[in-house]
């Protein structure tokens, strides 16, 4: 089995997966052409196409695994370490040992870089070191290709590829087995769409309540679009590719959260989600103008016609070749070498290439709702539970890290700076607001934008993989908390106030047990010593170290560090308070209480397996050996590091940063691991214990605390007033500025307009006057000149004949008269 | 008897135009100025052919008095038939009641 | 299967022979007067099929190319051929009058009148797209004028008159600007029209002299005045609010889908090849017109509260882009530099016109149908539409999505390859325009937030709304898949046009560097030295 060959298996099964969703969206768009309102069968439909989606992804993983050459990056940390504890308990990789033949392939391949036989070529180079670099880069690691070209212009060419690495297929495993457990949850949840006549009490028309057919199968049918939106983004083998299923989840999105289209209130929060993500998508655009001017093409991979945009930027050994001034990036190409032009090397600005990295970013900010852009999200909570858990936690808003983390070799350390410095923002405002929040979705959504900070600045501060391990363990737990709070919210008859619930442990018992392992998973609580936790404790715990060394190296950014430690406990805090306002205590609204069941099991079976997940995704495979950074989750999403990082990096650029080293036993990170684990859980626990006593036990009530601070209350419950500022800032003038642009076309281009055809008019009258009284004139002097003449002359004309012969005679004579008299003789 | 000279015909065709002349100023009744007009033309044939004879226009004269009087017939046929009709529109020739063209 | 001379003609005067077959009609029978035009557009657009199945897309000639002598004392031929640039608006042309006369149902007043003057319509604009004769060209665009006076000024809405007028003097005027370039042409490029042979002169190739700087740019200047009020571009465009509102749908429909892009191929067949020097020496102002004409049109489509009206200014905004697009010609150094980027431009804004042509088609087709239901356009009095109407919202809603430009359909294409071609010629203006996609995205969403959400319609005349009808769902239909395809398989387009682009833009590049690139860089060494 050559490299390539293995590529094609991933990407057929890969590509079956995204495309079925596909199929199932147009077939559930027009489900009701074969089937009836009442009829589960477009859900079926649905679940069977991401389910088979699944199975697919998963076994692209496990095949991917099969093929995989560990011993690659178990040889070297090996080398590095001799350390015996490295275990290799996965078995995909034992598998792989298992046949030494594909093993020794999958070595080949591995040395293979993926322009067809250069490796060889360069292998035969004198540089033994670079090469080994070299597979340790990226060869062997990512499969790619092309599905079909969008357009070629000259040298310049667009086209549909896929880009499989590990990254992907943990994505693919991920997004669908997820996307399958909502859609299972979604035919309890919608159930009460399947009726020709649907009440809204939510919406009042002129007459009454509003009712209308159920729209069961469109729910589905916008699943599926979206399932397929988001494969496809995390198969793009191209930054463009990305950008069109970035639009495309947005649109999904948009579908979604604007389902309850008769409510203004939904329909305003789907405007308000596509239009900040545009706003983030115009930073995208920029970012891609950028990179496709200069670097000319989109690719992620090095593809025949040439160099990937990874190699461009960082060369096969992942440093970028900075100029001496530090102005200028050298392009470089599969082998090393610099590109060249007409005689002189290829280059971009540095500063360039910091605006490409900030404009791809700014398109991540819009997706994941991060400071500036987060206001959307909150709102987007609108839409029907299930796609908050499906789009709006564990998938859609990571895509925005997904892109940061797959783009990583293009940013430079400014950029990362940035990032860092959005996520840590957003971690703590979203944090701050969710401490006060009371609609248990908007909880979870403020939560979800929180940790979704915690993911940027992971991987602004050099945790790539930390970041990606978050992403996952986040997907697993969150998603489980949308649903249990689903869960509750079709128990309690659609109240999602916290104040009116209470006890409800008592009539939900699954539900809010599944619910806690997902709060104790988000709070990061674990067991002291032994460091035995659920997932959320062993990513955030890798965040927090990556920051800690990066804040050690860096001490001017302390606060990259001291903020997500503070937020660990807020997180904790505020979960716990959700929890216990929600399921502990007792019953505050007795009438919510009394109807409040727990819900059927074709919901609460999702709950299980998703609360299994995120309890023990980050484990190893025996508890014992190595969770954590040493589990396969992390190792596996860690071998597909593009920028491997084993040594300190340090920045040429204006901001003077050095990134840690994070890989191995002996790097920056590892070195701070336990002091940063350490404090993380005791701000975790401190957290916790602070929400205990406060909404567990009720030893002190919450309503003296806000009492005490008035107006940080407020200004919290406002959301720090972004959405007035958002509103004053740029609605408002955008609205202006259009009437403007209107009242100019008509008051100024049409007035000149007219004001042109009135000047032709005055002319024409003047033209006209004097036609009539100047030509006219003379001309009807004549004619009446000759009139009067005419009357004059007429009384001659007495119509007597025998006066007539009188005058003939008369003037006879006369004229003889007259001969005789004047003429000569 | 001595020869006729020119100036004895000129006088009778004079006195034969002025003879018709007054007729045609005079006469109310229709057939009476038709009278008048032969009288009128018939002077100046005499003078035509009087100069023909006397002077040396030749037979020119001649000829032209003979279609003097072919018009005269002609005119005194298209004439009667407007009498005619006059008569049927007006029950009179009296030219005096026709002022129709009266301008 | 046919010769070429047949085949051109034929596209060109089978609807005006059609429309003599009309005559014999019973002017009350309009049922089956409206098939036979029907029909007769039916039979135009399969032969462009036909053109589009025999054009070799490998080639980056005209093809199909003849001439016959029409007018000999002045050497005007009637000169008829295809090419890549032409090809696509050829057929796009066959498949708007096709769709807008089966949306002509909803004519009821003068029926025969109307579709004699449709047919007469089609004529002139097939006609322009195909002739090679200046001359020619001329007399087709003025063919196409007047009938387009009287759609509008007889079947119009309240104000027709008014419009019609607005329209007419307006295009009259750019035709008069047109005319004198013509015979600025004529007298200096030795008595010729045919646009091949001047575009030839003006890249040296000629048997008489190139066309002069001075000449060159006096004549791009009339010629872009001319093509870009029927663009329309800003400041030019304030005839097409007007005309688009008051004319009737399948008018407005031709009017968005044709002739909106006979001022781009009027630029890029005419403007460009005749005076490449003109072209470049305009072309920052081209480019800065075209950005402040997306984010002008976007601005104000904003403000409207006219469904019509709104559409419009979005078609002014989306025009925008194709002028951006021709127009990203960079010089550096005297020479033209990334040449490959220019024709992803021109190739984007021909991509666009064609986009432009569905979505905006659409759009006009989709108010109408609403139109015909409530017979009013105000955007405050609609709401809840997708409620009574599901499926014709929902594939209003796939056209309007074209409109705002999202992946995978047809708009998304045209508008970023545009876009993405523009940083290399300047990266302020690049990101001017992108930010247009933020204001697209207000404005269509907003809208549709208007009509077709919302739990109820409150407007006048919900009585009259009837679920979607067959013949209204077969022109939804065709367009919305055309949007679809395009979207995805945009190679489809871009294959038969690739290489007549890549022509044009080698031969005004060789051009402009031969001829005027170096003067250029003489002269800037002698002003620094």
Not at chain 3, 249 to 276: D, H, N, Q, W
Not at chain 3, 406 to 426: H, K, Q, R, T
Request: net charge negative; with cysteine.
């Amino acid at each position: 089995m050559d490299h390539q060959a293995t590529g094609e298996v991933l990407k057929n099964l890969l590509t079956v997966a995204w495309l079925l969703p596909l199929a199932g969206f147009v077939a559930e768009i027009y489900w009701l052409r074969w089937s009836n309102r009442l009829s589960k069968s477009s859900a079926l439909c649905a679940v069977a196409c991401i389910g088979i989606g699944f199975l697919c992804s998963a076994s692209a993983l496990v095949y991917w695994g099969c093929h995989t050459d560990w011993a690659v990056l178990k040889a070297e940390e090996h080398a590095e370490h001799h350390d015996a504890e490295v275990h290799d308990h996965h078995g995909e990789a034992a598998s792989a040992h298992a046949d030494p033949a594909d093993a020794t392939a999958a070595v080949d391949a591995a040395h293979e870089p993926l322009v067809n036989g250069a490796g060889h070529q360069h292998a035969a180079d004198d540089h033994k070191h670079d090469e080994h670099k070299e597979s340790h880069a990226n060869a062997g690691k990512a499969y790619s290709g092309t599905f079909y070209k969008l357009a070629q212009f000259g040298k310049l060419s667009l086209s549909l590829d896929w880009y499989i690495d590990s990254l992907t297929l943990m994505m693919f495993t991920m997004v669908t087995f997820i996307a399958t457990c909502i859609h299972l949850f979604a035919i309890g949840y919608m159930k009460d769409e399947l009726t020709e006549e649907y009440e809204d009490h939510q919406v009042h028309t002129s007459h009454g309540h509003f009712s209308r057919p159920g729209r069961f199968h469109r729910f589905f049918s916008y699943l599926s679009l979206f399932c397929f939106s988001m494969l496809g983004l995390v198969l793009a083998g191209n930054i463009f590719q990305v950008f069109i299923f970035w639009e495309l989840v947005g649109i999904s999105s948009y579908l979604l959260i604007g389902f309850y289209i008769e409510r203004k209130s939904a329909s305003n929060a789907a405007n308000k989600a596509f239009i900040m993500n545009r706003v983030g998508d115009f930073g995208f655009l920029i970012g891609l103008m950028i990179l496709w001017t200069w670097c000319g093409t989109f690719q992620f991979d090095n593809t025949e016609a040439g160099p990937g945009l990874f190699t461009m930027i960082r060369g096969t050994d992942g440093v970028m070749k900075v100029s001496d001034d530090g102005t200028q990036v050298f392009l470089q190409d599969a082998h090393g070498h610099r590109l060249e032009n007409d005689g002189k090397p290829s280059s971009i600005g540095y500063l360039l290439l910091v605006a490409a990295g900030l404009g791809v970013f700014a398109g991540c900010i819009g997706k994941s709702a991060q400071f500036p852009l987060q206001t959307w999200l909150p709102d987007a909570m609108e839409g029907p539970t299930p796609v908050s858990a499906l789009v709006h936690s564990a998938t859609m808003v990571a895509a925005g890290v997904y892109l940061a983390a797959r783009f990583y070799p293009v940013f430079v350390p400014e950029v990362l700076l940035v990032i860092a410095y959005i996520g840590c923002i957003t971690l703590f405002v979203a944090a701050t607001i969710a401490l006060v929040a009371t609609d248990i979705k908007r909880v979870l959504a403020y939560s979800t934008i929180s940790q979704l900070g915690y993911m940027m600045l992971a991987i602004g501060v050099g945790g790539w993989g930390a970041g990606l391990f978050h992403l996952i363990t986040h997907a697993f737990f969150k998603s489980l908390m949308f649903l249990c709070s689903g869960s509750v919210i079709a128990g309690c008859h659609h109240v999602q106030e916290m104040p009116r619930m209470g006890g409800l442990r008592r009539k939900m018992p699954i539900t809010a047990y599944t619910m806690l392992i997902g709060v104790i998973a988000i709070s990061g609580l674990a067991i002291p010593v032994l460091n035995i936790g659920f997932s959320g404790f062993y990513s955030k715990d890798a965040i927090v170290a990556s920051a800690l060394a990066y804040s050690e190296l860096n001490p001017v950014h302390i606060l990259l560090f001291i903020t997500p430690l503070v937020t660990a406990g807020i997180t904790a805090f505020y979960m716990f308070r959700l929890w216990f306002l929600t399921f502990y205590g007792e019953p505050r609204d007795q009438h919510v209480y009394d109807h409040c069941h727990e819900s059927p099991r074709v919901m609460t079976t999702p709950l299980i397996a998703l609360s299994i997940l995120a309890a023990t995704c980050a484990w190893g495979w025996f508890l014992t050996s190595g969770a954590g950074e040493e589990g396969p989750l992390y190792r596996m999403i860690a071998f597909s590091e593009t920028v491997p990082a084993t040594e300190q990096v340090k920045s040429r650029g204006p901001a003077q940063i050095t990134l840690p080293s994070h890989q191995g036993h002996h790097s920056d990170v590892h070195k701070v691991h336990g002091q940063a684990g350490m404090l993380a859980l005791l701000a975790a626990f401190a957290g916790s214990a602070f929400a205990y006593v406060i909404y567990g036990a009720r030893v002190i009530n919450p309503n003296d605390i806000r009492r005490q601070f008035p107006q940080a209350y407020d200004f919290l419950v406002d959301k720090w007033r972004f959405d007035v500022l958002y509103e004053a800032m740029f609605v408002q003038p955008v609205h202006i500025v259009s009437a403007w642009c209107a009242g100019f076309d008509k008051k100024v281009l049409d007035v000149i307009l007219h004001a042109s055809a009135s000047i032709t008019l005055v002319v024409s009258k003047w033209d006209r006057l004097f036609d009539e009284n100047m030509v006219d004139g003379l001309v009807n002097m004549v004619g009446n000149t000759t009139r009067s003449v005419g009357y004059s002359l007429k009384v001659v004309q007495t119509g007597r004949l025998r006066q007539y012969v009188m005058w003939i005679a008369v003037g006879v004579v006369v004229l003889f008269g007259l001969l005789f008299t004047s003429l000569p003789k | 008897m001595g020869e006729v000279g020119l100036e004895a015909y000129l006088f009778v065709g004079a006195v034969l135009f002025v003879c018709g002349v007054v007729c045609m100023a005079t006469k109310r009744n229709g057939i009476g100025v038709l009278m008048g007009v032969e009288l009128v033309l018939n002077g100046a044939n005499v003078n035509f052919v009087a100069f023909s004879r006397y002077t040396p226009l030749g037979l020119d004269g001649q000829a032209t008095a003979l279609f003097v009087v072919v018009l005269a017939a002609a005119e005194a046929a298209v004439a009667l038939a407007i009498a005619l009709n006059y008569y049927n529109n007006h029950l009179t020739i009296d030219v005096d009641r026709g002022n129709e063209l009266q301008g | 299967m046919f010769s070429s001379e047949f085949l051109l003609t034929a596209i060109v005067f089978l609807p005006a022979v059609w429309s003599l077959g009309l005559l014999a009609f019973d002017s009350q029978n309009k049922e089956s007067m409206r098939y036979w035009t029907v029909l007769g557009t039916a039979l135009t657009f399969v032969l462009t099929l036909q053109l589009w199945g025999s054009f070799d897309p490998a080639l980056a000639t005209m093809q199909h190319k003849f001439s016959v002598p029409w007018i000999p004392t002045w050497n005007v031929n009637f000169t008829l051929g295809v090419d890549g640039i032409s090809l696509p608006l050829v057929v796009l042309t066959g498949l708007v009058s096709l769709l807008a006369a089966i949306a002509s149902w909803s004519i009821d007043k003068h029926v025969k009148g109307y579709l004699i003057l449709f047919l007469i319509l089609e004529t002139g604009m097939m006609g322009v797209f195909l002739s090679l004769d200046f001359f020619l060209f001329y007399v087709f665009w003025e063919v196409m004028l007047l009938p387009m006076y009287f759609l509008i000024g007889v079947w119009g809405g309240p104000r027709r008159e008014y419009a019609a007028i607005k329209f007419f003097l307006y295009t009259l005027a750019g035709g008069v600007l047109m005319l004198i370039a013509m015979l600025m042409f004529y007298f200096n490029g030795g008595m010729s029209f045919d646009l091949l042979e001047l575009a030839n002169i003006a890249a040296g190739k000629g048997k008489v002299a190139s066309f002069s700087e001075t000449l060159q740019l006096a004549a791009f200047i009339m010629l872009f005045i001319g093509f870009a009020i029927k663009l329309p571009s800003f400041p030019f465009h304030t005839w097409l609010p007007d005309a688009h509102v008051e004319a009737p749908t399948p008018i407005s429909m031709i009017l968005a889908g044709v002739l909106l892009k006979m001022g781009g191929y009027g630029i890029i067949r005419i403007a460009m090849p005749l005076c490449p020097y003109g072209a470049q020496y305009c072309a920052y102002f081209l480019v800065a017109l075209g950005v402040f004409s997306i984010i002008y049109g976007a601005f104000a489509a904003m403000a409207q509260t006219d469904f019509k009206r709104l559409v419009a200014y979005s078609s002014v905004s989306h025009m925008g882009y194709v002028l951006l697009g021709l127009a990203v010609w960079r010089i550096q150094d005297g020479k033209t530099f990334n040449a490959d980027y220019w024709a992803m431009g021109i190739n984007a804004a021909m991509f666009q016109m064609i986009a432009h042509g569905i979505s905006s088609t659409g759009m006009f087709f989709m108010v109408g149908v609403l139109y015909d239901r409530v017979h009013h356009r105000d955007l405050n009095k609609f709401g809840g539409i997708a409620q009574l109407m599901p499926e014709y919202s929902g594939l209003a809603a796939v056209i309007f999505f074209a409109g705002l430009g999202l992946p995978g359909l047809c708009g998304f294409v045209g508008e970023i390859f545009s876009v993405l071609s523009c940083w290399n010629f300047d990266p302020l203006l690049a990101i001017i325009a992108a930010s247009g996609v933020i204001l697209t995205a207000g404005y269509i969403l907003w809208t549709m937030q208007r009509v077709y959400l919302g739990p109820e319609y409150k407007g006048p005349h919900p009585e009259g709304i009837i679920p979607f009808l067959p013949r209204e769902r077969l022109v939804a239909y065709t367009l919305v898949i055309l949007a679809v395809v395009l979207g995805v398989f945009p190679n489809v387009l871009f294959k038969p046009m690739d290489k007549s682009i890549s022509g044009l833009v080698q031969s005004m590049s060789h051009t402009y560097d031969a001829h005027h690139g170096a003067a250029a860089t003489v002269q800037t060494t002698q002003v620094t030295q």
